[in-house]
């Protein structure tokens, strides 16, 4: 069964860390998927599945700030897209 809450925490720290990173475009894709969530979770698990593998994915996204990776957030966001993803496959 899906934890919609644990998945909704999931995604809100996912689009803080794109906003850091000033992926804004990402980050309002995924607080549109959060806020379908509860409402039509079946189609929205799908949605965000498919934002994952391939060129230009999600998972293909670096964090900078002033030219430099963050590395402390880019490790964090690796984790949180494996969980996300993880949970989403799984349903």
Sequence with gaps: MINTA?????????????????????????DEYRAELPHNTTDTLSKISLLFGGMGSINDIVLYNNGQPMIKENNELDQLLSKLHDRCRNH
């Design 6 to 30: 644990e998945l909704t925490a999931i995604m809100l720290r996912i689009s803080e860390l794109l906003r850091l990173g000033d992926r804004l475009d990402w980050a309002a894709l995924l």
